[in-house]
Structure formats: structure tokens, C-alpha cells
């Protein structure tokens, strides 16, 4: 349990896995958003700084498993289709990802929790972002530059993923594969920059390895309930709880100042 001291009390703990969990949940049942609560509710408990590094590790192996359901085939068609969206993503998070020791910590939460309110409200109100069903490798890469960049400074890049997505009318199979490939290749990314950055370290790895039983708990439910359920209604909710967790990094970032 020493290792686990970062936490502090051993019911903080208990708090964090069930974040950890419920996180898990959501990402097996729509494909993205697990990054997203972990940081926004593990920032609630620890500093976000602390909070972005317990998030790496978990992120990385949840998003192998859900590129490869379908097996290596397919995930190897979708990385073909999005390599320019991936590789000017993945430099850009390399670069952003040192200016996280620099940034205090309310700036982290308000650069992450703008565009996520932003996002969230669009597509409630059936106002998603639109693109050509042949965007262009110019529009594709521009939309990597600003998820690489929002990804190296906060460990979330699945808004502007999605909405690419979801602008392209990705069939929900497809999608959440995709989503996989992308995640995850910007995940192992990210663990190299912030272990460069200082962010992942000797402390902050046993924390994130730690995450990693109750984020795989989680998704493999939230598999056994995409499989059954309707999308559209899952899809939904996972927007209000995007909105919920959009607003209280809002409110946590305003008041940090």
C-alpha cells in the first residue's frame, strides 16, 4: 500500500478506483471519454498534475483492447485511413507536452474544460461539427494539430476525435474502433512525452499502474453493454456527463486563480 501514498487516506483511494471504474464504464460502451472523467475526477482528489500522470498508463492498454476487438486487420485499415490526423497529432503532443510543468495548475483545467463544455453543448443541441465526407488531408491535419495539442497538455484528446467522427457519419462499429487506433497511439505518445516531461516518473508510475485493474473492469463491462444496448441513448448521456465533467474543470480552473 506504500505505493499508493500519492493518494493519501486509504478512502481516497477507494474513490479513485470507482472513478477509475465508472470512467471504464463509459469508454466501453461509446469508445472515448475515459480520459476525460479520470482527470476531471482524480483532479478532485489530487493535483492535476498528479492526475494526468495516473491517467497514462490505463489509458494506453484500455485503448489496445479496443483497437484490436476486431482483431489487427482491421485496426490496420483504420491507421491507414487516419494516419495524417495521427502523425501531425502526435508531434504536436509531443511539443505541448513540455509545457505542462509550466502552466499552472487552474490553466490546465480551463484549457481542457472550454473546448469540452464547447463540444458537449454543440452536440446536445444537435449542432455537431460538419465536415465533407472527403475532408482533405489539410482539414484532417489541422484538426490533429489542436488534439495533439490539447492532448499533451491534459491527457484528453476525445472531443475534436469525436467530433471528426461523428462529422464524417463513421458507422458506430467503425467509429469506436477508430477511436481505439487513435487513442491509443496517442496515448503511447503520450506516455513517452510526459516520462520525458517529468509528469510520468518513479512516484507517479506505481500510481497509474494501479488504475489499471478497475479501468479494464470498466470497460469490459461497458463492452458487454454496447454489444446489447441502443448507441444513440448511451451516446447521449455520455454527452451530459461530458458537459458535467466540462463544468467542474471550469469551475475548478476559475477558482484556481
Known amino acids: ?3 499508493l501514498s500519492g493518494f493519501g487516506p486509504p478512502h481516497v483511494w477507494m474513490i479513485a478506483c470507482l472513478i477509475a471504474l465508472g470512467a471504464g464504464l463509459v469508454k466501453g460502451v461509446v469508445g472515448f471519454a475515459m480520459p476525460t472523467i479520470l482527470i476531471s475526477g482524480l483532479s478532485s482528489l489530487v493535483s492535476p498534475e498528479l492526475a494526468l500522470a495516473c491517467l497514462i498508463v490505463p489509458t494506453v492498454l484500455t485503448n489496445a483492447w479496443q483497437a484490436l476487438r476486431q482483431g489487427w486487420s482491421e485496426a490496420l485499415g483504420s491507421l491507414r485511413r487516419f494516419w ?6 502526435g508531434v504536436v503532443m509531443v511539443g505541448s507536452a513540455q509545457l505542462v510543468p509550466l502552466l499552472p495548475p487552474a490553466a490546465l483545467l480551463l484549457i481542457i474544460g472550454v473546448p469540452l463544455v464547447a463540444y458537449a453543448l454543440s452536440a446536445l443541441m444537435g449542432r455537431p461539427l460538419r465536415l465533407p465526407p472527403r475532408p482533405g488531408w489539410r482539414i484532417e491535419a489541422g484538426i490533429g494539430a489542436v488534439t495533439g495539442f490539447l492532448g499533451g497538455l491534459t491527457g484528453v484528446w476525445g472531443p475534436t476525435t469525436v467530433a471528426m467522427l461523428t462529422a464524417l457519419q463513421t458507422p458506430k462499429r467503425e ?8 487513442y491509443g497511439m496517442g496515448a503511447v505518445v503520450l506516455a513517452f512525452s510526459h516520462w520525458g516531461s517529468g509528469v510520468l516518473n518513479a512516484q507517479t508510475l506505481p500510481l497509474s499502474l494501479a488504475l489499471v485493474v478497475p479501468c479494464l473492469a470498466g470497460v469490459w463491462i461497458g463492452f458487454q453493454v454496447q454489444d446489447r444496448i441502443d448507441q444513440g441513448l448511451f451516446r447521449r448521456l455520455t454527452l451530459v456527463v461530458l458537459l458535467l465533467a466540462g463544468l467542474n474543470l471550469l469551475r ?4 484556481g486563480f
Open 252 to 255: 475548478r480552473g476559475l477558482m
Open 175 to 182: 467509429q469506436v474502433r477508430v477511436q481505439g487506433v487513435i
Open 84 to 89: 495524417v490526423f495521427m502523425a501531425v497529432g
Open 1 to 3: 500500500m506504500e505505493i
